[in-house]
C-alpha cells in the first residue's frame, strides 16, 4: 500500500514538474478598470451624459417647482381658505406623482442606454484583449481572480490599445 502510495505522489510530482517547467504565458486584465478608464469607456459616458442631460435639466426643474409649492404651502397654508390649500396640496401630489413617475422613466430610459454603450464597450475591448493575446503570444489572460502578481498585470497596455483605436 505504502508503495502505491508511494508511486502515486512520485507520478503526481513529475507531472506537476513537466507543467511547471513549460512557458506558459499568463496576463491579467482589470475590466472594471478598462471600463472606467479607457477612453471610448470615457467617450461613451460623455455621449450618455449629453443625451440625458436635457431630461436630467427638466427632472431638476420639476423637483424645483414641488419644493417651492411646498414652501409656499407651508408659510401661507395657515392663511388660506380651505379651497385654496386643498387645490394646492392636490397641485403638489399630481407634481410629485409626475416627477417620480418621470424619474423612473429616465432612470430606466439610462440603464438601457447605458447598457447597450457598455456592450459596445465590453465587445471592443474583448475584441483588443484577443488581438493583444495573440500577438504578444499569451497562452491565457484572466480578467477575474482572487489574487494576481502585478508583473502579469497587462491592464494598462489594454487601455493604450483601445486609445489606439
Sequence with gaps: MNKVLAAIILSAGLMSAGVASADIKIGFVNTERVFREAPIALQAQKKLEKEFAPREAELQKMAKQARDLQAQLEKDGAIQSDTDRRNKE????????????????????????????????????????????????????????????????????????????
Aim: net charge neutral.
Design 90 to 165: 392636490r397641485d403638489l401630489a399630481n407634481l410629485n406623482r409626475d416627477y417620480q413617475r418621470t424619474l423612473r422613466e429616465f432612470r430606466e430610459d439610462l440603464n438601457v442606454r447605458r447598457n447597450e454603450e457598455l456592450s459596445k464597450v465590453q465587445d471592443r475591448a474583448r475584441k483588443a484583449i484577443h488581438a493583444y493575446g495573440e500577438a504578444e503570444k499569451y497562452d491565457v489572460i484572466l480578467e477575474e481572480a482572487v489574487y494576481f502578481s502585478p508583473k502579469i498585470d497587462i491592464t494598462d497596455k489594454i487601455i493604450r490599445a483601445l486609445s489606439d483605436k
